[in-house]
């Protein structure tokens, strides 16, 4: 079966600088896709690449059998891929219901934002609980869960997921993975970028490895173990 996105000998970067070099792999429909590596090494731009934030110099891209390598990033997203970008990505002043009306008047229309807010707090009971607050008093983990709930509202057939972990306490942590997980039940297929790598492999069913903008191993998940031999760089 073909896979649902693919990266053929793709290559990026910002300016004169590259920053990935030659990256291909597949992801499977239904599957969670790891992108792991040091600081720097890659993931972001990879997850760029994927979404059309940032153009690839070369090699191609492949999404639900488009090629989108040419193909702007809103008519990417409308295919269903959606990017959950690293950081907090919510407007601090603005309540929860406010985040979540703009975004849902870009991607819904106007006349879909009642619907989506029932989805969002359906999907996450948190934020309904909390949808009068401003989106800045909210804690570390509930602002990913906004962030999460701005992207998934029209049901994507795939979630890029950049570092949703960053900075928060173990027990978030965990919380934001079985959020994860159950998106994964629901059907979307999930690209994770991850620095710690235990959880991201509790959850992957295949791993890239990036180190130095360029691929070390591209397979399935092993655990932390066997997989941290590929994470060195190889000098
Ligand atoms: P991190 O975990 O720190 O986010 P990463 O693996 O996601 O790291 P990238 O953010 O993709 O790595 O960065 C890869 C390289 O590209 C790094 O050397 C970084 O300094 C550089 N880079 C990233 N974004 C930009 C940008 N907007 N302009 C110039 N260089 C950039």
Do not use: W
Not at 41 to 67: I, M, N, Q, W
Not at 115 to 126: C, H, I, T, V, W
Not at 151 to 174: F, Q
Request: charged share 25%.
């Amino acid at each position: 079966m073909a896979p649902l996105m693919a990266l053929e000998q793709v290559s990026a970067g910002y300016g004169p600088f590259r920053a990935i070099f030659d990256v291909s792999f597949g992801l499977r429909e239904g599957t969670a896709l790891a992108l792991l590596g040091a600081n720097g090494a890659g993931k972001t731009t990879v997850a760029r690449v994927c979404s059309k934030l940032v153009e690839p110099t070369s090699g191609r891209l492949y999404f639900d059998g488009h090629d989108i390598t040419e193909m702007a990033a809103h008519d990417v997203r409308r295919l269903g891929l959606a990017h959950a970008p690293e950081g907090r990505s919510v407007f601090a002043t603005l309540t929860v219901e406010e985040n979540l009306e703009l975004e849902f008047r870009q991607s819904l229309g106007r006349s879909g934002v009642e619907d989506g807010l029932l989805r969002a707090y359906e999907m996450f009971p948190k934020l309904g609980e909390r949808r009068k607050q401003t989106a800045g008093t909210l804690s570390g983990g509930e602002q990913r869960m906004l962030a999460l709930a701005r992207v998934m509202v029209d049901g994507p057939r795939l979630l890029i997921a950049d570092e949703l972990s960053l900075g928060l306490a173990p027990l978030i942590v965990n919380e934001v993975y079985e959020t994860l997980a159950r998106i994964k039940d629901e059907g979307t297929s999930l690209l994770i970028i991850e620095q710690h790598i235990g959880h991201a492999l509790d959850l992957a069913d295949d791993v890239v490895v990036l180190v130095r903008g360029g691929t070390t191993y591209v397979g399935p998940a092993f655990s932390p173990d066997q997989m941290s031999e590929h994470l060195m760089p190889s000098g």
